[in-house]
Structure formats: C-alpha cells, structure tokens
C-alpha cells in the first residue's frame, strides 16, 4: 500500500517549479499563455518503468512488455487520487515494437531511453491563476532515497540570461531535403501514401543551462502540451501545441488540427481569411484523412459503432490564427488499459502520414537519423484509468551543451520542395529565436521575413 | 425478419457476441477481411459490424498464412498501398478459396483494383489522384446502388486507377461499371456479371461518404444473407 499526504502549498513561481524539476530529475507537463495555465509536476522518481526494466526504489526486476507493466501497476495502486499520475513518454523510434517483426527498421537516437515512465515521491498541482496549489507526497513500503519538498527558493534578481546557442549544422540539409520532398510525392503518385511528414534534425550548441533553456522557451510562445523534464541522457523541453488523445471516465477523444491562417485587424479581411479557410478543399481534404485516420486508430480500442465524428469542420479562434479542427470520439472497449491504447494507436498518424505502415518505411528510408523521443508522446496517466498524451513536436533536446531540435512538414501530391523546406525554416524560427541562435545556415534560403 | 432486427440491435447495445446467434438459431457467417496493411481497415470492419452485428469478422493481413486454415463464408478486401500485385497472398487465396467456390467478395479501393487487374485491367497512376477528397458519382440503380439516387457523394483515396475506360472493361472482361465519378470518366465500382463480386474505387468507410450503409446492407442482402 502507498500512503499519501495532501498539503496545500502556496503556488511556487515557474522558475520554482522547474527548478525543482531539474534537480530531482523530475517532469512536468504544463501549458502557457492559454486562458488558465497549469502545470503538473512530479518531483523525484521512485518506481520507474524503462523498456526492459522496472525500478522500485533500490529494487530492479527485469521485464518484457513495459505496457503490461503498466497497466498493471495502474490497477494495483487504483486508490491513488487523480493528480498522481505515471508520467513520462514513448519516444518515435519505440514503434516497431508494436508491430509486425521485419516492418520498420530498428532505430535508435541513442542518448535518451526510447520508453521512461515514472511515479514520483512528490506531485504539485498548480495553476497560475490564484495563489494555492495541492502538492501530494508519497510514502512506498519499500525502501527508496527520499527527497524533501521544500519551498526554500529564491529567485535569482536577474532572470534573464545572457547565453547564446550556435548552429552545428543539419541532419538533411537544403538539397537532401528537397530531395527528400521529392521523393515522397513519387511515392504518392505510385499509389504508396497518400501523405507522409517528412522532418529533420537541426544541431547545436548552447551555453543555457537546460533551466535557462525551459524558461526561454515557456516564454516563447503559446504552449498548449508542454514538457519539462529531466531524464537519463539530459533534458527535454516541448512546446507542444499538439494533443494526440485524452481519455476521461472510459471515453477517449482526439482533436486532430490541420489548417492555419492568420487573422486581420481589420473586421472584413478578418472574415474573408475565416471563409477562406473554411472552404480551403485542400486543408479539408487533409484534415479529413486525419480524421479517417483516427477514427481507424481508435476504432482498435472502441466499442464497435461508437466512434464518432459529431462536427466536421470546426473552426478554432485563437487570437493570432484560426485553425481547422474536428473532434473524434469513442467509448474504450471494457477493461482496455491504456498501455494497450498507446500500444494500438502509437505513434500519432499526424505525424507518420497515411497509410501508417507504408509511410513509416518511407520515413526511415528518407530521414537520415532516427527521430528519438521527437514526434513520440509525452503525457501522464492517473490511477482512476483517465489519460492524457501529447505529440512531441517544436521540441528541444538538450544533452550537456549540445542541443538538437526537429523541423518538418506533411508532404501531399501537389508540395512544392523548395516551399516544403522554407516551410520548416519557418517552423523552428520560435525555437532558435528563443534560444538565441547564431549563423543559422539556413536562414539565407528564405524569401520572406 | 423482425426477430433478427431485435437481435441486431440486442448485440449491438450489449457487446453480443456472434456465437450466441447461432445459439439462439440465427446462421452466423464468418467473414474474412484482408487487410492490405491499411490505415483504414478498422474503420471497414466497424462499418461491416454496424451492418451485420450478428456476423462474425476477422481482420487477417495479407500476409498471414493462417487465411487459408478455416473456411470463410466471404471475403472483404481492404484498401491499402501500393499497387494490385503487392498483396501478399491475396492472389492466391482468391484463386484457391474464393473463385472456385463462388464465395461472395467486395472489394474496397486497392481491393477493387485488385479485381480488375485479375482480369488483365491495367492499374496506373491516375491524372486525377485524390486524397480525402468528396466527389459526385453517378450510379446505376442495381448491386450496391440498389435503392440509392444518383450522384451520391462519396470520398476518394486513390493515386492509381483502372487504365482502361468502362467500355474496354465491359468488353474484355466480366466484369460491369455500376459507378463513375461524374466530373470525370474514372470507374467508381465494378461487379461481376456472374459471380458474387462487387468493388468500389472510393472509401464506403470514410465518415464523409454518403448512403454507406445502404451499400453495405446491399452486398449482404444480394450475397450473404439467408
């Protein structure tokens, strides 16, 4: 039996929270800049699950399906309140251990476990909106180095750091990139996919302690599925904007996004932009095969005939952008845990293309390195069976000084390459911006500001 | 015919299982899907159990020699990459299974491809790919269309496509047109003039096809139901 205590706490500043997070090797999910942000962190890990191991305190077991393992764990200490959560991620290259044998190619990044899920001593539920915030302690019947919660920080005076990163180069570069493109809308018109995102690595090197380097970002953009975490190889920071699902009282929900266009100041542009977007065949079409995708992704773990799709398209007003949506619904099959959903849905057709098998092989045959926890699922799963995940995307991996973050695009059957790479210059712009990166090669390519 | 309505919806609210309509006397069949490593042949099998509850499907890849251990009362043919000639055993298991046992066969996308390639139909890439895109097609009100008015909006996934327009299919093979997208000449479903086969290019289970269910209902009623 595990004990807990809840204590409320008076809410620590993010530089706390993550603070925290760095030191006691710790994870927290957290979104930014959205209307109520929140964080949930879980501060030194005590039971651990890795691909072939599992950890209890000072005692380690060898196992074989880190799923089961899971699932198990989460109906044997069912009584734990909702914030207490396992938390932790399925990296990319985790895949081929979910399907047929000689399928994919056997991957791996190398620095970070490709499977880490964790139980932590501490939980701090908090929320930048009011001043209280719920922090759960653990006691385990086993025997395991404990760490105290102590809300003993103090604040740097000077919060802003001086570092600057520096380019080192990219896994494709312009001309392998494009290529890359180019052979993937072959693929296309042979029959092979009907889309497929192709992404790449850019490297480099940062004098931001991995701290400093979670700060810059949190404050970079809107951030709706963050991750700081602190894990064996270095550190992760996710500025996710992407769900991959959620599930809540034996229901689960994907809200696959596709389509963007930017919002005008002036009220008739403003609504022209929204009626183009709303009848953009193109990014129907492509939010369509999502949805088709996710319905068949789901439909694996759902009742038969439960799985819905109630509105089709959804408009999402932010305040910059509007954006496509559609919710896909379902009712999980009785008894279904939720390492046997990640094992069945993962990894998130958004960012494989479609057909899934096909379009994986496609990307090992055109990406030169392995993707690692890039493109893989961070999130947390309480005791009570409710989940949530994310897709690792505009993330940063920080291992000592030496950073790699990862910029792609879905390729369709009319993607110019030349277009395609621009487009991923674009899509790391916030994320070198925030970590002050110098001579970025690639930036002389673009045509537009 | 009302009893086995009852039951249809009993299974469906229940989770009730096939072997349990045998129990009560209702013939179940089994029916094979072949799934051609598709990321749309759940949403197929969802569709087909929705149809017929009471019938039991299972899901087996292309690849999976185990096809050939039982006997199957029909046989599904899921979408999927690539081309006809890249099904693993499906060939095989249509000429050693199905074709010498007039089993009743409906082919989806890859799987109608499939069809009239067997017959000597050129597929190759199509100057009007689409993907997740609606499209109007007119039908002829027989086989899957029973019923249904024409055009019907259907979704399409397809870069390949029969070479060979409806009359070379009609006149060297035997096999008939019962759908054609309307903007264009593209064959959008076939059957056979004798045997138990029907085909469509376009995707029954995308959520954004139309008249689905009476097409579905159609292809049992004509060859599987009692």
Same mark, same amino acid.
């Given at each position: 039996m595990i004990?807990?205590?809840?204590?409320?706490?008076?809410?620590?500043?993010?530089?706390?929270?993550?603070?925290?997070?760095?030191?006691?090797?710790?994870?927290?999910?957290?979104?930014?800049?959205?209307?109520?942000?929140?964080?949930?962190?879980?501060?030194?890990?005590?039971?651990?699950?890795?691909?072939?191991?599992?950890?209890?305190?000072?005692?380690?077991?060898?196992?074989?399906?880190?799923?089961?393992?899971?699932?198990?764990?989460?109906?044997?200490?069912?009584?734990?309140?909702?914030?207490?959560?396992?938390?932790?991620?399925?990296?990319?290259?985790?895949?081929?251990?979910?399907?047929?044998?000689?399928?994919?190619?056997?991957?791996?990044?190398?620095?970070?476990?490709?499977?880490?899920?964790?139980?932590?001593?501490?939980?701090?539920?908090?929320?930048?909106v009011g001043n209280e915030s719920q922090l759960y302690t653990l006691e385990f019947p086993f025997e395991y180095e404990s760490v105290q919660y102590n809300s003993n920080y103090r604040q740097e005076k000077e919060t802003k750091t001086h570092g600057t990163s520096y380019y080192r180069g990219t896994s494709l570069d312009k001309d392998l990139y494009e290529k890359a493109v180019g052979k993937t809308v072959n693929y296309i018109r042979e029959g092979d996919i009907y889309q497929a995102n192709i992404t790449r690595a850019i490297y480099?090197?940062?004098?931001?302690?991995?701290?400093?380097?979670?700060?810059?970002?949190?404050?970079?953009?809107?951030?709706?599925?963050?991750?700081?975490?602190?894990?064996?190889?270095?550190?992760?920071?996710?500025?996710?904007?992407?769900?991959?699902?959620?599930?809540?009282?034996?229901?689960?929900?994907?809200?696959?996004?596709?389509?963007?266009?930017t919002r005008s100041k002036d009220e008739k542009s403003d609504l022209n932009n929204k009626e183009e977007l709303l009848h953009s065949e193109k990014n129907i079409a492509e939010l369509a095969m999502i949805v088709d995708l996710l319905r068949n992704d789901l439909s694996l773990v759902c009742r038969p005939g439960s799985v819905s799709v109630p509105r089709f398209p959804i408009l999402?007003?932010?305040?910059?952008?509007?954006?496509?949506?559609?919710?896909?619904?379902?009712?999980?099959?009785?008894?279904?845990?939720?390492?046997?959903?990640?094992?069945?849905?993962?990894?998130?057709?958004?960012?494989?293309?479609?057909p899934k098998i096909r379009a994986c092989q496609i990307i090992d045959e055109l990406e030169s390195t392995a993707r690692g926890i890039y493109t893989g699922s961070f999130g947390k799963i309480s005791f009570n069976g409710n989940s949530i995940f994310n897709i690792m995307i505009r993330s940063l991996f920080q291992s000592g000084s030496s950073i790699i973050f990862?910029?792609?695009?879905?390729?369709?059957?009319?993607?110019?390459?030349?277009?395609?790479?621009?487009?991923?210059i674009h899509k790391g712009t916030n994320i070198w911006k925030a970590m002050k990166m110098e001579n970025i090669s690639e930036e002389q390519y673009c045509t537009e500001e | 015919m009302f009893f086995v309505k009852i039951i249809r919806q009993f299974k469906y609210s229940f989770q009730f299982h096939a072997n349990s309509a045998i129990f009560l006397g209702i013939m179940s069949k089994n029916i094979l899907i072949i799934d051609n490593y598709d990321s749309f042949t759940q949403n197929l099998h969802h569709l087909l159990l929705r149809i017929r509850p009471e019938y039991s499907f299972t899901v087996l890849r292309n690849r999976d020699g185990s096809i050939f251990e039982k006997t199957w009362d029909a046989l599904i043919i899921s979408p999927g990459p690539k081309g006809p000639a890249d099904t693993g055993l499906l060939k095989e298991?249509?000429?050693?299974?199905?074709?010498?046992?007039?089993?009743?066969?409906?082919?989806?996308?890859?799987?109608?491809?499939?069809?009239?390639?067997?017959?000597?139909?050129?597929? @190759? $890439?199509?100057?009007?790919? !689409?993907?997740?895109?609606?499209?109007?097609?007119?039908?002829?009100? #027989?086989?899957?269309? +029973?019923?249904?008015? @024409? $055009?019907?909006?259907?979704? !399409?996934?397809?870069?390949?496509?029969?070479?060979?327009?409806?009359? #070379?299919?009609?006149? +060297?093979?035997?096999?008939?047109?019962?759908?054609?997208?309307?903007?264009?000449?593209?064959?959008?479903?076939?059957?056979?003039? #004798?045997?138990?086969? +029907?085909?469509?290019?376009?995707?029954?289970?995308?959520?954004?096809?139309?008249?689905?269910?009476?097409?579905?209902?159609?292809?049992?009623?004509?060859?599987?139901?009692?």
């Open positions: 004990k807990y205590t809840q204590t409320t706490i008076q809410t620590p500043p993010i530089e706390e929270i993550f603070h925290k997070t760095d030191k006691y090797r710790g994870i927290s999910l957290f979104s930014a800049s959205t209307d109520l942000d929140k964080e949930i962190s879980g501060i030194n890990p005590v039971i651990i699950i890795r691909e072939k191991e599992l950890r209890k305190g000072n005692q380690l077991s060898k196992i074989t399906d880190p799923l089961k393992e899971m699932d198990k764990l989460i109906s044997e200490y069912g009584y734990l309140p909702e914030p207490v959560s396992l938390m932790g991620y399925i990296s990319y290259d985790f895949k081929d251990r979910f399907e047929e044998k000689g399928l994919y190619e056997k991957r791996e990044q190398g620095v970070y476990p490709d499977f880490y899920f964790a139980l932590f001593e501490h939980y701090l539920l908090s929320s930048r480099g090197e940062t004098e931001l302690s991995p701290l400093e380097s979670a700060l810059e970002l949190y404050r970079s953009n809107r951030i709706s599925y963050g991750v700081f975490a602190s894990i064996p190889g270095g550190h992760v920071v996710s500025t996710s904007p992407e769900l991959f699902f959620k599930t809540e009282n034996g229901r689960i929900m994907a809200s696959p996004i596709k389509g963007t266009i999402m007003t932010l305040e910059n952008v509007y954006h496509l949506y559609a919710d896909v619904h379902g009712e999980l099959l009785p008894g279904t845990g939720i390492g046997e959903v990640l094992k069945k849905t993962f990894p998130g057709g958004s960012i494989t293309g479609c990862n910029v792609g695009g879905g390729i369709t059957l009319l993607s110019d390459p030349k277009d395609e790479y621009e487009e991923t | 298991f249509f000429e050693k299974e199905i074709l010498p046992n007039n089993k009743p066969m409906l082919g989806v996308c890859l799987g109608m491809q499939f069809l009239a390639w067997y017959y000597g139909m050129t597929i @190759s $890439p199509a100057t009007d790919a !689409r993907h997740g895109r609606t499209v109007l097609i007119d039908v002829k009100n #027989e086989d899957l269309f +029973s019923g249904i008015k @024409s $055009p019907v909006k259907v979704v !399409r996934y397809n870069s390949l496509a029969i070479k060979e327009n409806a009359e #070379e299919i009609e006149l +060297s093979t035997p096999l008939q047109v019962t759908a054609i997208q309307k903007d264009s000449s593209m064959v959008m479903a076939l059957k056979h003039r #004798e045997l138990p086969f +029907s085909a469509m290019q376009f995707h029954p289970e995308s959520f954004l096809t139309e008249e689905a269910d009476l097409m579905i209902d159609n292809f049992f009623k004509a060859f599987i139901d009692d």
